[in-house]
């Protein structure tokens, strides 16, 4: 077997008491404190305690060690943070002993597969027609632009439709 499939079998072998929600698009948020505290939002709304586990502490600490692998990275106590991609893009931070002493902290943010366009930003009524050519222009003439914005709410939807 190829070392890379069988490093994304193990990847998703660790990821399996999360799947239904890491699969699921209207989740955006996994949050796991140790292995027995599992909490997801889903789009639009709150956090919510959902049934899944691991057997136990050190069967999560030992997903946690197989992501940080798979992420060509060591998890351990004088690396106890970890922050980095999976294959899908979303974004995962793992926190370990000594910084975190229950286990393993797992946070997992998802983004949206689809992207929006700035006419879907007028449509939503987040932009104005003047506003969308302005940042066309800019580019179309390959110009940096700064976006600024509360967490979670301008900056990441601003920079996802501008990235293309």
């Known amino acids: 077997m190829d070392a890379n499939v069988l490093d994304h079998e193990l990847l998703n072998a660790s990821l399996n008491p999360i799947a239904p929600w ?3 698009p209207e989740v955006t948020d996994i949050l796991v404190y140790g292995s027995r505290n599992v909490y997801i939002r889903r789009r639009g709304g709150g956090f919510e305690g959902v049934g899944a586990k691991w057997r136990t502490d050190d069967d999560l600490m030992t997903a946690a060690k197989t992501i940080g692998r798979h992420m ?4 351990n106590s004088r690396a106890p943070i970890l922050d980095a991609r999976l294959p899908d893009k979303s974004r995962v931070n793992i926190i370990i002993d ?17 992207k929006f366009s700035l006419d879907d930003l007028v449509c939503f009524g987040s932009m104005d027609d003047a506003g969308t050519e302005i940042l066309s222009a800019i580019m179309r003439l390959g110009k940096n632009i700064l976006i600024s914005g509360k967490f979670r709410s301008s900056l990441v939807f601003g920079k996802m439709t501008l990235s293309g």
């Open 22 to 24: 890491v699969d699921d």
């Open 72 to 75: 060509g990275r060591q998890l």
């Open 98 to 114: 000594p910084c975190y002493n229950r286990g393993a902290c797992i946070s997992i943010r998802k983004f949206p597969k689809d």
